[in-house]
């Protein structure tokens, strides 16, 4: 299992788990609270319920680079094109926009 904090303008926003049975995120409730929530994706609207996908979310996969830079981090990463979850935690901390994505070491999970 992986996991990754989804930060929305250096706000926690939610968590994205990938698991045996695919790919789950959920908003965090302190974020929901907050006047200014805004959902992070318009194909992911703020709610309480887990959205559960049996791939990686569109949203996160358009979030990875593509071509040369790609190129770049699966040789430097040593990461496999199909491995969209490792591809999101190494390429995505630092991405363009107002959503970064931390990955949650497993001994924190």
């Not at 789950?24 to 974020?31: E, G, M, V």
């Amino acid at each position: 299992m992986r996991s990754a904090n989804i930060l929305f303008n250096d706000v926690h926003a939610g968590v994205l788990v990938e698991d045996d049975d695919g790919y789950h995120f959920t908003y965090h409730d302190a974020y929901l609270r907050s006047p200014q929530a805004v959902a992070i994706s318009m194909t992911l609207p703020l709610r309480e319920a887990t959205y559960d996908s049996p791939i990686l979310f569109p949203f996160f996969d358009g979030l990875i680079p593509e071509g040369w830079l790609l190129n770049i981090a699966e040789r430097n990463w040593k990461t496999q094109p199909r491995d969209r979850m490792g591809l999101l935690l190494v390429c995505c901390e630092d991405c363009i926009g107002a959503v970064s994505v931390h990955a949650i070491d497993e001994v924190q999970a």
